[in-house]
């Protein structure tokens, strides 16, 4: 089994389908929408976040069930849920979050779950590690497991949501000392170091004991680095709708992949050939490629992809 551990919100989405424009609510989060995909890749995962005892927390909790996610470790709480109003520009999103006293942004260190023995590796990341209290949280619970289990990050960055850029990258830095494997965006990267070559930035991090740091670019694909291969893959052809959830879908098809090769484990991960890791990439992007071609987070269900 995955652990993912990080946010669940509720994605206001614009609909102009009455003349008028209003927002209409969907289940997301990057780490909520990161633990769908997988369940509907029929990976073995579970979630670990706060979730709201209101009816948009019934939401949440109906779609994770429907997607063959284990909702056993979520944490439940009498507050509101965190709202993302989401815009759209040529297809990108852009977002404005209310989260004031929520059921996610209160998680606390006393409620980290005691960890089942079918779990098999972690992912972390997402908008919360930007916020308090639930981003100590979430740094403590990885700091304890990383040393066992293969662990993942995404930290999926929304500047407007960071609180304190100084105390952000610090506990960023400490979290990607932390992973086996990174995912980020170019924007991701561009803000961590806007100076930086990718492959230079890549290459401090193998040093530093990360086995595989992959990239994505939108439209250009992805690039993975690891201690013996630059791979690279091209996005799967698709008409885009939007982008919502598709660098999810692509961290959930990259341990799915993984996962299909008996390799997710610390051995598997630490050792990577090339083929592995383009076989993963490819299978990633055509996931990604099936999400951006339908409105919103809705990721693909295995028997829509091709061999993992």
């Given at each position: 089994?995955?652990?993912?551990?990080?946010?669940?919100?509720?994605?206001?989405?614009?609909?102009?389908?009455?003349?008028?424009?209003?927002?209409?609510?969907?289940?997301?989060?990057?780490?909520?929408?990161?633990?769908?995909?997988?369940?509907?890749?029929?990976?073995?995962?579970?979630?670990?976040?706060?979730?709201?005892?209101?009816?948009?927390?019934?939401?949440?909790?109906?779609?994770?069930?429907?997607?063959?996610?284990?909702?056993?470790?979520?944490h439940?709480?009498?507050?509101?849920?965190?709202?993302?109003?989401?815009?759209?520009?040529d297809?990108?999103?852009?977002?404005?979050?209310?989260?004031?006293?929520?059921?996610?942004?209160?998680?606390?260190?006393?409620?980290?779950?005691?960890?089942?023995?079918?779990?098999?590796?972690?992912?972390?990341?997402?908008?919360?590690?930007?916020?308090?209290?639930?981003?100590?949280?979430?740094?403590?619970f990885?700091?304890?497991?990383?040393?066992?289990?293969?662990?993942?990050?995404d930290?999926?960055?929304?500047?407007?949501?960071?609180?304190?850029?100084?105390?952000?990258?610090?506990r960023?830095?400490?979290?990607?000392?932390?992973?086996?494997?990174?995912?980020?965006?170019?924007?991701?990267?561009?803000?961590?170091?806007?100076?930086?070559?990718?492959?230079?930035?890549?290459?401090?991090?193998?040093?530093?004991?990360?086995?595989l740091?992959?990239?994505?670019?939108?439209?250009?694909?992805?690039?993975?680095?690891?201690?013996?291969a630059?791979?690279?893959?091209?996005?799967?052809?698709?008409?885009?709708?939007?982008?919502?959830?598709?660098?999810?879908?692509?961290?959930?098809?990259?341990?799915?992949?993984?996962?299909?090769?008996?390799?997710l484990?610390?051995?598997?991960?630490?050792?990577?050939?090339?083929?592995?890791?383009?076989?993963?990439?490819?299978?990633?992007?055509?996931?990604?490629?099936?999400?951006?071609?339908?409105?919103?987070?809705?990721?693909?269900?295995?028997?829509?992809?091709?061999?993992?």
């Amino acid at each position: 089994m995955i652990l993912c551990c990080g946010e669940a919100l509720i994605d206001m989405l614009p609909d102009n389908s009455m003349g008028r424009l209003s927002f209409t609510p969907y289940p997301g989060g990057a780490v909520y929408n990161t633990a769908i995909a997988l369940g509907r890749l029929d990976v073995p995962v579970s979630l670990f976040s706060g979730i709201s005892t209101d009816f948009f927390g019934d939401l949440l909790r109906a779609q994770l069930g429907e997607s063959n996610v284990d909702t056993g470790l979520l944490h439940f709480a009498d507050r509101p849920t965190t709202l993302a109003f989401v815009t759209l520009k040529d297809g990108q999103a852009c977002y404005v979050f209310y989260d004031e006293n929520t059921a996610g942004r209160c998680l606390g260190v006393s409620d980290i779950p005691t960890v089942p023995a079918e779990v098999k590796a972690f992912f972390f990341g997402g908008i919360y590690l930007g916020q308090e209290p639930c981003g100590t949280t979430f740094e403590t619970f990885m700091g304890q497991v990383h040393g066992y289990f293969v662990t993942m990050l995404d930290p999926n960055i929304r500047t407007g949501f960071i609180a304190d850029e100084a105390a952000y990258r610090s506990r960023l830095d400490r979290m990607l000392g932390y992973a086996d494997i990174v995912k980020l965006s170019n924007e991701d990267l561009a803000w961590i170091d806007s100076d930086a070559e990718m492959a230079d930035w890549a290459q401090s991090w193998l040093n530093r004991d990360v086995s595989l740091i992959v990239v994505t670019r939108g439209d250009k694909g992805a690039v993975a680095f690891s201690r013996d291969a630059i791979v690279e893959v091209l996005p799967g052809q698709t008409t885009v709708a939007d982008t919502v959830g598709a660098g999810d879908t692509f961290n959930a098809g990259l341990l799915a992949s993984f996962q299909a090769q008996g390799l997710l484990t610390k051995t598997g991960i630490g050792d990577l050939s090339e083929d592995a890791i383009a076989r993963a990439l490819t299978f990633a992007a055509e996931a990604a490629a099936i999400t951006v071609s339908r409105p919103g987070a809705n990721p693909p269900w295995r028997e829509e992809l091709s061999a993992a």
